[in-house]
């Protein structure tokens, strides 16, 4: 297991599995991505909905039985926020790109679960291998070249149109903004809640005032 991705390394991670998505069914990739698909066919995951007693935990990934459990604690979290369930299996899937080498090795665990398996949780952890899953979800889902396709339609940025983008794509609001943040394509004001193109026009506009 490397001890370091960028973010570049990891996005270029998710893009390589589209790639690998899109020849192996014959189809073009386009949002929304399937993120389950994605995970059986090509990681041979498996998704399932139980109860894990940890308020902490959305959902976990057991490498060895190759099993993501979504915590039904958060059933009501998924249900309602469009796209937030989507993220939380895109995550999960990037534990396995990244951090999952050989489900059957003998490394250390990152965590280990009552029967030893190893799991990997996604729990709100700064821990860099849940910061790398938030990057590879991000980018599975909201691939960097259809995204700028689709503000390209845009001639400015706001908050309706941000939401087009998060149904469009379907992830959460929050998603789509920190996405569009990331890749410069949007900036969100924190002290006005105004939404510009970039912090350059930001800048810009408050000038005129």
């Keep these: 297991m490397p001890d370091y991705l960028s973010r570049d390394d990891v996005e270029e991670r998710a893009a390589s599995m589209l790639r690998r998505y899109g020849r192996e069914t014959g189809r073009q990739v386009k949002p929304p991505v399937e993120v389950s698909l994605i995970g059986g066919m090509l990681c041979d995951l498996r998704w399932e909905y139980d109860l894990i007693e940890d308020e902490s935990t959305l959902?976990?990934?057991?490498?060895?039985?190759?099993?993501?459990?979504?915590?039904?604690?958060?059933a009501d979290r998924f249900e309602e926020v469009s796209g937030f369930d989507r993220f939380t299996k895109g995550h999960e899937v990037g534990h396995w790109v990244l951090h999952v080498d050989d489900p059957g090795d003998s490394s250390p665990p990152l965590d280990a679960g009552t029967n030893g398996e190893r799991v990997f949780c996604?729990?709100?952890?700064?821990?860099?291998t849940e910061?790398?899953?938030?990057?590879?979800?991000?980018?599975?889902?909201?691939?960097?070249?259809?995204l700028r396709d689709a503000v390209g339609r845009y001639n400015r940025m706001s908050w309706p149109i941000i939401e087009k983008l998060s149904e469009q794509f379907d992830v959460s609001k929050e998603a789509m903004k920190v996405r569009l943040e990331q890749l410069g394509l949007a900036y969100v004001d924190e002290e006005t809640g105004r939404v510009y193109r970039s912090r350059g026009d930001a800048q810009g506009q408050q000038t005129l005032f």
């Design 131 to 146: 910061r790398q899953a938030d990057w590879f979800a991000a980018g599975l889902l909201m691939p960097e070249p259809r």
């Design 59 to 74: 959902a976990a990934l057991y490498p060895e039985s190759q099993v993501v459990t979504l915590n039904e604690l958060f």
């Design 122 to 128: 996604r729990d709100g952890s700064d821990d860099w």
